[in-house]
């Protein structure tokens, strides 16, 4: 089996501040991990995704994460944080062999101006 | 290139009545799955379609709904008999399978309403 939690509803952050989105999953082997973003009437974009090397990884729009097997996390981050930043976040996971994702509820950002 | 793209973008329609919602991948991802996604709700997974193989049906919540696809081109989802609990957007992404490591890609959704 694989799931994902995302601990917390909503995160509020003034504009310029970092942004952390938290991310934990639980998967049987080695987990391929993916955040997207949802703006409001729209799909989901992909951001970032961590498969393996580095376990930071960057991606779309000054968004990084950091995969912790210890921890088995991977949040989402970006050092200082836009108004237009504000979206609906979604963490996944996945396994080798294993074409189905995923999906966290969601955490709603807010970025306050 | 066309992104994933779904038709219509909206449905408002009775209590009762049927409904067909269309997806056309990006061109040459094999891989496609439906999602619905309630209001403030995260995504529950529906199908997915891989090439010519039999489809994984597991997600989906009742016998009123089915979902096709011809070859690895367009899909359509259907819900017969629609329910007041079957408003929802209904997202549909597609992959590039040949590697393990492609994200999915996803449309716009069709935002269901049943009256």
């Known amino acids: 089996a694989q799931s994902v939690a995302q601990p917390e509803d909503q995160v509020n952050v003034a504009e310029g501040n970092p942004l952390t989105v938290k991310c934990t999953y639980s998967?049987?082997?080695?987990?391929?991990l993916f955040w997207y973003v949802q703006y409001p009437n729209r799909g989901l974009q992909f951001l970032l995704k961590?498969?393996?090397?580095?376990?930071l990884v960057k991606g779309s729009y000054g968004f990084e994460a950091e995969f912790n097997k210890s921890q088995t996390s991977f949040h989402l981050k970006k050092p200082s944080a836009l108004v237009s930043d504000s979206a609906l976040y979604f963490c996944?996971?996945?396994?080798?062999?294993?074409?189905?994702?995923?999906f966290g509820k969601g955490n709603q950002v807010v970025v306050i101006p | 290139g066309a992104g994933v793209s779904q038709s219509p973008s909206n449905k408002v329609t009775e209590k009762g009545k049927d409904v067909e919602l269309r997806c056309d991948p990006i061109?040459?991802?094999?891989?496609l799955y439906w999602y619905r996604q309630r209001l403030g709700q995260g995504l529950e997974f529906l199908i997915y379609?891989?090439?010519?193989?039999?489809?994984?049906k597991s997600g989906l919540p009742s016998d009123r709904f089915s979902a096709e696809r011809t070859g690895e081109s367009v899909s359509t989802l259907t819900i017969q008999r629609t329910q007041q609990e079957d408003s929802a957007v209904y997202l549909c992404?597609?992959?590039?399978?040949?590697?393990?490591?492609?994200?999915?890609?996803f449309g716009d959704g069709t935002r269901l309403s049943i009256l």
């Open positions: 992404a597609s992959r590039f399978s040949g590697t393990e490591n492609q994200p999915q890609h």
């Open positions: 998967v049987s082997g080695n987990p391929y």
């Open positions: 961590y498969i393996t090397g580095d376990n």
């Open positions: 996944a996971v996945r396994v080798y062999g294993n074409n189905r994702l995923a």
């Open positions: 061109s040459g991802h094999t891989a």
């Open positions: 379609f891989q090439g010519n193989s039999a489809p994984d």
